[in-house]
């Protein structure tokens, strides 16, 4: 069983900057994928990067550009780099780890908080 702990988010202006952590209790360099998610209210949870263990990443069209996915193995931890922030970035941001290419997670984390004001 891992545990995945995000922490980072916040409130911030239209334009800032913010930086996501996921420390893992386990090894995450036993999953391929570690990604970020995120719901807004009303909506439902969407992917918004990944990484694999080799460090291939995919973005969703909206963040890219914009947001930086990267993973130390070392530390166990993920992060999500995300600059020039829209208030349509305001959601619930959640880590997850995945063993397959394919397929829902296999663990989430608790989700922290991303508000972007205008």
């Known amino acids: 069983q891992v545990q995945l702990v995000e922490s980072g988010g916040g409130l911030v202006q239209a334009g800032g900057s913010l930086r996501l952590s996921c420390a893992a209790s386990?090894?995450?360099?036993?999953?391929?994928?570690m990604g970020w998610y995120r719901q807004a209210p009303g909506k439902q949870r969407e992917l918004v990067a990944t990484i694999t263990r080799i460090g291939t990443t995919n973005y969703a069209d909206s963040v890219k550009g914009r947001f930086t996915i990267s993973r130390d193995n070392a530390k166990n931890t993920v992060y999500l780099q995300m600059n020039s922030l829209k208030p349509d970035d305001t959601a619930v941001y959640y880590c997850?780890?995945?063993?397959?290419?394919?397929?829902?997670?296999?663990?989430w984390g608790q989700g922290t908080q991303v508000t972007v004001s205008s």
């Open positions: 997850s780890a995945a063993a397959r290419f394919v397929g829902q997670p296999d663990y």
């Open positions: 386990g090894s995450i360099f036993s999953f391929n994928v």
